[in-house]
């Protein structure tokens, strides 16, 4: 989607008013230092690590103010950040590439390499892949779902069938998805981390992840799918406050990463029902985080990409079937 500053705004300012979801970010607390904003959703795990800088004081000690902007959906990030509402927003590297290849400047910085799973009930007699054709088959999202397009392109590989073409799809919400699971009414589930991890501590079963989805096609290192989304001119107009809000983020994943009483403190954010559940969370967090300065991230999210222009052509990745120059973030030392 392209659309123009002024067009975007309007579309922010009439959609918040129709709805009354978007909300204003707190005001600023009296202080000198330059602000950097970020359009979040609300109980998204971008807001877990702002509580964790809100706490810790980590922007203020990069010299900076991070300043969140809760809005009331992904689609809803995208045209803040278009319109100039929002200096950041973390969302999709193929979003990020199919504008790049139309000439706009978004570009990428990775947040998190945390896939999604096919989830199973415990006692299901299903224990691979290869026994999913003739199943009810639970896909969050829509037919261009990142992780639905993987399992195809693994049931390809494998099976030598397409999967789209050999189970009983039932597109849905997460939520939705998890408790049609759990009633028995569909046989599995392919849906987000967050919800599989949730899943989990109820007693389902994964049956594959994503992750090991992606190394059986022969990408290796995990891929950020999930980043910062923010524009290069900004970035190097901007070079030192943005350098300080990447440092601010990682520290507060260093946080997460390290300390299991972070996660107590924030667990009435994440919604986790018992402690369980908390844990799940926070391992399939952890596992997410990437390796920063990894020389092999970028040559994975190009074959990554590739595969994805394979299965889902134009209207996924728009007119480039590879990844365009200029889609991670360079020039800034963070």
Not at 96 to 125: H, I, K, M, N
Not at 133 to 149: E, F, N
Not at 153 to 166: H, N, V
Request: hydrophobic letters at 45%.
């Amino acid at each position: 989607m392209k659309i123009g500053r002024r067009s975007a705004l309007a579309m922010l300012v009439g959609a918040a008013a129709a709805t009354g979801s978007l909300r204003r970010a707190p005001a600023a607390p009296p202080s000198s230092l330059p602000a950097v904003r970020i359009g979040i959703l609300q109980f998204g795990s971008v807001a877990w690590q702002l509580d964790v800088i809100r706490r810790h004081a980590l922007d203020q000690g990069e010299g900076l103010r991070i300043e969140a902007v809760p809005l009331a959906s992904n689609q809803a990030t995208l045209v803040a950040l278009q319109a100039g509402a929002v200096d950041v927003i973390v969302s999709d590297l193929l979003w990020v590439a199919r504008q790049r290849a139309t000439g706009e400047d978004w570009c990428f910085e990775p947040y998190s390499s945390a896939l999604g799973a096919v989830e199973v009930p415990a006692q299901s007699p299903i224990t691979a892949v290869e026994q999913l054709p003739g199943r009810r088959l639970g896909i969050a999202g829509t037919s261009l779902d990142k992780s639905w397009l993987l399992l195809r392109l693994l049931s390809r590989r494998r099976m030598g069938r397409d999967l789209d073409e050999t189970v009983d799809k039932v597109f849905g919400a997460p939520p939705l998805l998890s408790q049609e699971l759990t009633a028995g009414r569909i046989d599995a589930a392919l849906t987000y981390w967050q919800f599989a991890a949730r899943l989990e501590a109820k007693g389902t079963r994964r049956l594959v992840g994503m992750s090991e989805v992606m190394r059986d096609l022969g990408i290796k290192e995990p891929v950020p799918l999930v980043g910062y989304v923010l524009s290069a001119r900004w970035a190097r107009e901007n070079a030192r406050l943005c350098a300080g809000f990447i440092r601010t983020f990682r520290r507060a994943e260093e946080i997460l990463l390290r300390s299991d009483a972070e996660w107590q403190t924030i667990a009435p954010l994440t919604g986790a029902e018992g402690s369980a559940e908390l844990a799940r969370l926070r391992d399939a967090f952890r596992d997410g985080v990437p390796r920063h300065g990894d020389p092999a991230l970028r040559p994975a999210a190009a074959a990554l990409y590739r595969l994805f222009a394979e299965i889902g052509g134009e209207a996924l990745v728009g007119p480039s079937p590879t990844l365009p120059e200029g889609t991670f973030l360079d020039g800034i030392d963070a």
